[in-house]
């Protein structure tokens, strides 16, 4: 079993940034892919981003060009730098690794 915790999320200004940090425990020996989630509210949760242990990353459209996935192994972390941040970016946003979740940090993008 993998334990996630979040951190980093808060209110921004549209054009601003934010940095999500994930920090796994347990059993991370399991851990290949982590990824970002979110969900809005009235709306389904979505992938927002993920990474290999190779480094791979993969990104939603909507996010490409303005976030960036990163990981370091030897800490079994991950951080989700958000630039250029719009009002749609509002959610919930959520670490994963395999089945299991962190408990969710709010990033709300309001002026």
């Known amino acids: 079993q993998v334990q996630l915790v979040e951190s980093g999320g808060g209110l921004v200004q549209p054009g601003g940034s934010l940095r999500l940090s994930c920090a796994a425990s347990?059993?991370?020996?399991?851990?290949?892919?982590m990824a970002w989630y979110r969900q809005a509210p009235g709306k389904e949760r979505e992938l927002v981003a993920s990474?290999?242990?190779?480094?791979?990353?993969n990104y939603a459209d909507s996010v490409k060009g303005r976030f960036t996935i990163s990981r370091i192994n030897s800490k079994m972390t991950v951080d989700l730098q958000m630039n250029s941040l719009k009002s749609e970016d509002t959610a919930v946003y959520y670490c994963?690794?395999?089945?299991?979740w962190g408990q969710g940090t709010q990033v709300t993008v309001s002026s």
């Open positions: 347990g059993s991370i020996f399991t851990i290949a892919v």
């Open positions: 990474v290999t242990r190779g480094g791979n990353t």
């Open positions: 994963r690794t395999g089945t299991s």
